[in-house]
């Protein structure tokens, strides 16, 4: 089961690469990592992009609000699971974090954390969400980072401004199983 799969990849190797680019895509085939949130594309290069994941036996996670030319609707799911080989999706909707699993794609639910305001917005949705793991953003704040972790059990990843050993660190101390960075170095950590 690719759950299964990529929660093991995460706990054995905490550090997830997300390209933005060509050239970021091109550093992460070569790296060891196996797991690659695609933060690019449209409609006509992602089954590409993928496969390119794909063919270096590495996980691909889609994230689907940045995808040209999908639509909000849970539709990009059906698109993302009929025309790429990807093994899940990010989104920001938690309706298409649900639906998502429901077709058999591991599921990410993205938060951005910008003030109060927008962290009892997320405490709401996770009272009723859905979704395999949760990704907040930005991922320098290891204390809200804690937080987040005492009020619920789905696995937190945390991405955004990471940029050194100390904020990786920090964030897995305070409760988050994995980190997320468009950053070679830290893909490295």
């Known amino acids: 089961m690719i759950r299964d799969e990529i929660f093991n990849e995460l706990y054995e190797n905490p550090v997830i690469m997300a390209v933005k680019d060509n050239k970021d895509l091109e550093k992460a085939l070569e790296t060891e990592n196996r797991i690659v949130f695609i933060l690019y594309g449209n409609i006509e290069t992602i089954p590409q992009i993928v496969k390119k994941i794909k063919d270096k036996n590495k996980i691909a996670i889609v994230h689907e609000d940045l995808i040209e030319g999908l639509s909000s609707s849970y539709m990009a799911n059906h698109f993302i699971k009929r025309y790429t080989e990807a093994d899940g999706i990010i989104t920001t909707r938690p309706q298409n974090a649900s639906y998502a699993m429901k077709l058999g794609l591991f599921s990410v639910l993205r938060f951005f954390l910008l003030d109060s305001l927008s962290y009892i917005s997320m405490k709401e949705v996770l009272k009723k969400v859905n979704c ?53 170095d830290v893909w490295k950590m």
């Open 132 to 184: 395999d793991c949760i990704e907040i953003l930005p991922g320098i704040m290891p204390k809200i980072t804690k937080k987040v972790a005492k009020r619920t059990s789905i696995p937190i990843v945390v991405g955004g401004l990471i940029k050194d050993k100390e904020d990786v660190i920090d964030n897995l101390n305070a409760g988050a199983i994995a980190i997320s960075s468009s950053d070679y």
